[in-house]
């Protein structure tokens, strides 16, 4: 969950390693450092606090030369400190390391070494890494040292290396947290996601598992970890470097609450046509039979993402009639599943590197059983590992609480289940079209809905002393009142629950008092009499009742204390508009507050360990 950047080339390198950790320091921020090398000698430069602090630091200190590498901290192993800030040196601070992941076998590794004279700074898992290098660098180049010490290393890693005696090179590697190389010209760039090179290249090699590459300003050179050579394909990545700056507003969670209506497009555009039935999904790798004959679903998430997996199981019933399910990749991947061949597997995330996630489709492939993976990174590693991918064209989202990710995905799911259930036969012609119709009509009514903005605001304001709040929902109102609880939690640091409408009964009622919001999802539909109950309930006990309701709901105003109008659309549809409303709540309650919205303290974007 670490950020990590590197470059080697021809222009001074600090300038690079501070821009490209700014791009980074959603994946971790209690501390950061950069590293280079100038002349043969290095530089070391770190501290505790954001990469604005690093910034000053070294504005008052300033380090030179054409290579460098630079980390920016989540802390997994020892507290954030001066110390335990990266990179790590070897005793002899001839080499350093910025390392992403968790070394497993570390305590078993730092006695050995420390048996053999080795003195160690940190508390860090990190620390022994340069360690062990340093030791083989005694008898290997730089490349061959690091490879022979990563196969005394148990589990995940991206790392990268300098060193004074081969001052040209940065040797990286990667295990279980992503790692990609930008090539530009006579120039290259190493960073932990994309966003961080988009600026300087478009053209990137992802490293796998156990790969390792040797970086110059002239080469790449990729080995595995057995030694052998890797040839590799650069990949070309169509995102606007400008998609990935705040253009013009205040934080990354608002542009890209935003950015939601062509998102959507986006991922819609190519896939769908407009006067037919038909949905195209080219890298889907299931063929008709295929899809008729899975009989159950299996949706593996972490986060926001499994709050879309609870959706695709409501749309996957209603529109393709099959049994579904809905796990957290933690507990999937470490129980005993029973799936078969004849079980889809759906895996969710943004990042496409998240290690849960990803141990989950790795976990459903050794049962047989098909898995298609639903992520907006292209060449991501669950991309790669999935038997097929469907891409949700966000674009980057840098914002840590996630707001287009999870509704491109709900696209995508929806998109998903009505495929199935044509191939199935359980949709005809007809009923498709109309439900790709409204689909296409969504991007406008969120366009709609964004006006309303404002009087969220206002809100906001109201309940942003609130030190606690319950969201409730039925049917697909319930996933959203888990997500909107979630964005208020992630980004407010409010406590808030998110229930089924009816379980409050069972509990949940206790804590309703004239102090308590309760934000309910009151949405046309079936369940519509039983969530006015609901609410009935809450007013007898003093709780303030915040509504999103259905446009042309008179009944609502009698029994709420404010109320957030959505624009009316099918019921399989509402929750891409209901979700809207509850982010923006989220945002501004976080800002009247004074919160760090795009970085909220203790989380970080891509979480890429256990």
Known sequence: MCGIFGYVGYKEALPFLVEGLKKLEYRGYDSA???????????VSKCVGKISDLESLLQQKPIAGEIGIGHTRWATHGQPSHLNSHPHEDCRSELVVVHNGIIENYMELRQELSARGHKFKSATDTEVLAHLIEENLEAEGLFSAVRKSLLAVRGSYALAVISEREPGKIVAARHGSPLIVGHGEDEKFL????????????????????????ISSEETRIIGLSGKSVSKKLTFISWDPESAEKGGYSHFMLKEIHEQPNAIRKTIEGRVEADSHKIHFDELNLTDEEIRRVNRVVFTACGTSWHAGLIGEYLFEQLAKLPSEVE???????????????TLVIAITQSGETADTLAAVWEAKARNAKTIAICNVVGSTIAREAH?????????????????????????IYLLALLFGKRRGIIDDNEATELIRRLIEIPQKMEQLLLSEPKIEAIAEKLSKATNALYLGRGKGFPI???????????????????PAAEMKHGPIALID?????????????????????????KARGGQVIAVASEGDTMITEKSDE??????????????????????????????????????????????VE
């Open 563 to 608: 109320i957030i109008y959505i624009p009316s659309t099918i019921e399989s549809l509402s929750p891409l508009l209901a979700v809207v409303p509850l982010q923006l709540l989220a945002y501004y309650i976080a800002v009247k507050r004074g919160c760090h919205i795009d970085q909220p303290r203790n989380l970080a974007k891509s979480v890429t």
């Open 388 to 412: 097929g991918v469907v891409y949700t064209n966000a674009g980057p989202e840098i914002g840590v609480a996630s707001t287009k990710a999870f509704t491109t995905q709900l696209t995508v």
């Open 328 to 342: 957290y990749a933690a507990e999937f991947r470490y129980r005993n599943p029973i799936i078969d061949e004849n």
């Open 514 to 538: 004239e102090n308590m919001p309760v934000v309910v999802l009151a949405l046309a539909g079936r369940r519509y009499d039983k969530i006015l109950g609901n609410i009935e309930e809450v």
């Open 33 to 43: 450092g950069v590293a280079t090398l100038d002349k043969g000698k290095l530089f």
């Open 191 to 214: 960073a932990s996601d994309i966003p961080a090179i988009l600026k300087y290249t478009g053209k990137v090699i992802y490293l796998d598992n156990g790969e390792l590459a040797e």
């Open 481 to 499: 009142a888990l997500e909107g609880a979630l964005k208020l939690k992630e980004v407010s640091y409010i406590h808030a629950e998110g229930y």
